[in-house]
């Protein structure tokens, strides 16, 4: 029962706008709100993939983009990014690429790396996918997430 109760609550915490508008548009919302709210310039690509994903496994790409974008405004100190959604038969992939500061790696891993990488990691590994970080400090940095387009995401 408390597992339930916890699964249903969860459910209910995804962001309602996602409901209203689907992915597509909610994440197109999302970097409209970010570059409202900051000085970076955005160039986007997003390509429709609503008919993808049931609910759930919307909800965790919309916050891996959502962390990612919160990332970006935070620690990058970039002026401009470049988010792209685009899909295939097969995979859809998220790109948040920035002009930023960058950061340091051992082994692929962030040196002192925060709580909003785990969490993007842990939601890319729920979905099945891949992440790729590419950056090193003073050059920005490169976040790829690349899930498979099946159904079974529901």
């Excluded at 842990?122 to 050059?139: D, F, N, S, Y």
């Amino acid at each position: 029962m408390a597992l339930d109760e916890t699964r249903r609550t969860a459910h209910n915490l995804g962001p309602h706008h996602l409901d209203q508008l689907g992915l597509t548009e909610a994440r197109d919302a999302m970097i409209d709100r970010v570059a409202a709210s900051s000085s970076i310039l955005f160039e986007r690509k997003l390509e429709p993939v609503d008919d993808l994903f049931g609910r759930e496994s919307s909800t965790n790409l919309y916050r891996i983009a959502q962390e990612a974008l919160n990332n970006l405004m935070k620690y990058a100190g970039a002026s401009s990014a470049q988010v792209r959604l685009i899909r295939d038969l097969h995979h859809v992939q998220l790109l948040v690429e920035d002009n930023g500061c960058g950061f340091e790696t051992v082994n692929g891993h962030r040196r002192n790396g925060g709580l909003g990488l785990a969490s993007i990691g842990e939601q890319v590994r729920i979905l099945k996918g891949k992440l790729a970080i590419e950056t090193k400090p003073g050059h920005g940095i490169r976040l790829t997430v690349t899930i498979p387009s099946v159904r079974e995401h529901q």
